[in-house]
Structure formats: C-alpha cells, structure tokens
C-alpha cells in the first residue's frame, strides 16, 4: 500500500503533534508562573526588609503557592505569609500558614520553630515543645528554639531546665530575646540556689535579705556574662 493509502501515520503524526504542542504550552504557563512569582517575590523580601507587613501579604498573594510553593531561595512562600500575619497580630492565621509551610518542609527549622511559637501563643504548651524540641533534633545548636523553649520552661516553673538550656547559648547570641530571657531565668535559678545554700547554712534570714535588698539583682545584672554558681554562693 502506499502512504497515502494508510490513514493512521496521520493520525499518529497529528495525536504526537498535539502531545508536543500541549507539553510546550504547559512549560510556557509554568515559565510565566514562575517569572511572576520571582517578581512578586523579590517585592515580599524588600517589604519585609521595610517592615511592610501588608505590602508582604499584598505579594504573596499574587503567588500561585501551589504551583510555586518554595521560593528561590528554599524558603517556603507560606513562611513569609506567616511571619507577616505573626507581626500583624493575626496569630491563628500565622499558624495555619506556618502548618502548611512545615507541610511543604517539614525540616525546615525555622517553620518548625514558628509554628511552635505560635503554638505558645495559643497557650497549647504542649504541642510548642514538642515542634522546638523537633527543631534541636534536626540542629541542636538552634539559638531561637532554644531560647524561645528555655521561655516555655521558665513559665512552667521548671527553672534548672530553662537554665540548663539557655546557658548553652552564646553570650554573643544576636537574639533579641536572647539577653532579657537568660537574666530573668539567671536570677531566678540563681535566687533558688542562694535560699537552698543558706537553708543548708541555717542563715536564711541573711539570705533573704540579701536577696530583697537589691544587692542580689544589681550584682546578677553587673555579671551576668561571667556569673557562676561558684562567685554567687
């Protein structure tokens, strides 16, 4: 039979061309998707950089997120959106972005660490633990879940544990929270240390008013890089 004798060729050629023809138009869409994304992208980091939580929010959500769910720079695009409803005051639906982008990447450390804050913030200290101590599992020098889990111990009352972890931190931590969390932990656990020794000594009313004169709390505060139990007992 000749070619033209014999239809399916035709029908194949034209079924290949179809196939190619949709391939390329689905690479088109993903290209413009992702151009757009990277632009609207570049805007969300320049607003958070201004602190323009709105404008933050205003870009994401010209972002496909499924289509684009991490950014060029391996950062989850709902982590941005969490950060910025966490700085609105919009904490529940900061958790809901921060479940999502942990979702995405459940290793990255600092959804991990957002998500437990939020966690906190909804008083379910539970559930806050568990997703800092999730954080120190994968890096156990994590500064932020470390100080921020040091903050939930400290208000549970277990002073030696919050104690026990701040101290790994370094004293040149860049933390903001890094110094007022590890004094008033300091003092505390100190504080505790200075009544036990002085019961042990039957001088507990020297201790106390030591303690309440503020001698204690105006040396803690002079030393607080260098304190040890050794100069405070």
């Known amino acids: 039979k000749n070619f033209e004798d014999n239809p399916k060729p035709h029908r194949h050629a034209k079924l290949g061309f179809l196939i190619l023809s949709l391939l390329s138009l689905t690479f088109v869409i993903i290209g413009l998707v992702r151009l757009n994304a990277e632009y609207h992208m570049r805007n969300v980091k320049e607003a958070r950089t201004n602190l323009n939580w709105q404008n933050v929010l205003y870009h994401i ?15 989850p695009v709902l982590l941005h959106q969490g950060i910025a409803e966490m700085e609105l005051g919009l904490i529940e639906e ?34 806050a633990i568990y997703f800092y101590q999730s ?6 020098n994590f500064e932020d879940a470390i100080i921020n889990l040091s903050g939930i111990y400290f208000n549970q009352g277990k002073i030696n544990d919050a104690w026990n972890l701040i101290k790994t931190v370094s004293n040149k931590s860049n933390n903001g929270n890094f ?26 009313t020297s201790a106390i008013e030591y303690l309440d004169s503020g001698k204690f709390l105006a040396y803690s505060l002079g030393k607080w890089v260098n304190i040890t139990e050794t100069n405070l007992l």
């Open 61 to 75: 959500n010209k972002i496909d997120n499924k289509l684009y769910p991490i950014a060029s720079d391996g950062v």
């Open 94 to 127: 900061a958790h809901k972005s921060f479940q999502k982008s942990g979702q995405i990447q459940s290793t990255h450390l600092f959804a991990l660490n957002n998500l437990a804050t939020t966690y906190a913030k909804l008083n379910q200290n539970d559930s």
């Open 135 to 140: 954080a120190l599992k994968i890096n156990p």
């Open 179 to 204: 110094k007022i969390f590890k004094t008033t932990i300091m003092i505390s656990f100190f504080r505790e240390k200075i009544l036990k020794e002085a019961e042990n000594r039957n001088d507990l």
